[in-house]
C-alpha cells in the first residue's frame, strides 16, 4: 500500500461569502508527481498556501507529510520544500552563499551545509560560477539552482509553483529530468504549471475550476475520458466555463 504524503478532505477557504477553495478531496503518494492545474482564479494558490502552512482552512481536514494544517503548521514547514517562478533566490548573494543561507533557514547542520554543497555546485556544473552573484546567472541556471535548493534539506514533499516560467523548452526538460531524479530518490513533487505539455509528465493531474477539483486522474485516462490528443484540450474543455479570473 502506497504511503499517503498529502491527504485532503473537504478542504475548504471561505472569505466571507466566496469560496476560494470549495470542499476539495485528494491524496498524494510518496515519490508522485503530482500536477495541480488551473486557470487564474481557480483556487490553486489558496489551496498551495494551506498544504504549506502558510494559511488555515476555514474547514475539512488535510494531513501534510503526517502532520495536520490547524495544529501543526511549523512541522509541516520543516517537512516541505518549496519553489516558486517569482522568487526563490536572492541574487544579490552568490551561488555558494544562496545554498548556505537556505540550508540554514531549513535547519541543515553547518559541516552537513559545506559538505552538501560543494556536492551540489559539481553536480550543476556551477563549480566555476560558484561565488558569483545568483542575478548574473542565466535564467536556466537559477531555476535549477533554486529546485536544488528547495530539496537541499531532502524534504518528504516539494511544492513547485510554476517552476519553468519563462524558460526555453531545452531548459524546461532537462529541469523535468532533476524533478524525475527528485521523485525516483522518494521525494514526493507537487507541482503547478501553465504548461500542458509539462502536465504530461505528471503521474496523476487535478484540475481545479471555480474552487472545485473538475478532474483527477493520470493524463492518459483524462485524454480518454474526454475523448482528446492533448492536456491543452483537456484542460481547455474544463476551464472554459470558469466564472472566476482571480486567485
Not at 8 to 25: E, M, P, Q, W
Not at 39 to 52: P, S
Not at 126 to 148: D, I, R
Not at 188 to 198: K, P, R
Amino acid at each position: 500500500m502506497e504511503e499517503k504524503v498529502i491527504v485532503c478532505k473537504d478542504l475548504t477557504k471561505r472569505f466571507g461569502d466566496f469560496y476560494a477553495v470549495n470542499k476539495i478531496s485528494f491524496e498524494v503518494d510518496k515519490g508522485e508527481i503530482f500536477g495541480f492545474l488551473g486557470a487564474n482564479g481557480a483556487g490553486k494558490t489558496t489551496a498551495m498556501r494551506i498544504l504549506c502552512g502558510l494559511s488555515h482552512p476555514t474547514s475539512g481536514e488535510a494531513m501534510v507529510a503526517g502532520f495536520d494544517v490547524y495544529k501543526q503548521a511549523e512541522e509541516i514547514k520543516k517537512n516541505i520544500g518549496y519553489m516558486s517562478q517569482k522568487f526563490s533566490l536572492y541574487e544579490n548573494l552568490t551561488v555558494l552563499e544562496n545554498i548556505e543561507f537556505f540550508g540554514g533557514v531549513y535547519g541543515v547542520p553547518y559541516a552537513e551545509i559545506r559538505r552538501r554543497s560543494d556536492n551540489l555546485v559539481q553536480q550543476l556544473g556551477l563549480t566555476a560560477e560558484a561565488k558569483k552573484l545568483v542575478g548574473a546567472l542565466p535564467l536556466g541556471w537559477k531555476q535549477k539552482l533554486a529546485f536544488s535548493v528547495a530539496i537541499f534539506h531532502q524534504p518528504r514533499i516539494v511544492f513547485l509553483d510554476e517552476p519553468t516560467g519563462g524558460v526555453d523548452p531545452v531548459t524546461r526538460r532537462q529541469f523535468w529530468d532533476m524533478i524525475y531524479e527528485a521523485a525516483a530518490s522518494g521525494i514526493t513533487i507537487f507541482v503547478t504549471t501553465h504548461y500542458m505539455d509539462e502536465a504530461e509528465y505528471c503521474n496523476r493531474i487535478t484540475i481545479m475550476v471555480d474552487g472545485k477539483v473538475e478532474a483527477l486522474d493520470s493524463p492518459a485516462n483524462l485524454k480518454a475520458q474526454f475523448k482528446a490528443d492533448n492536456m491543452d484540450e483537456v484542460f481547455y474543455r474544463l476551464a472554459r466555463g470558469a466564472k472566476r479570473s482571480g486567485d
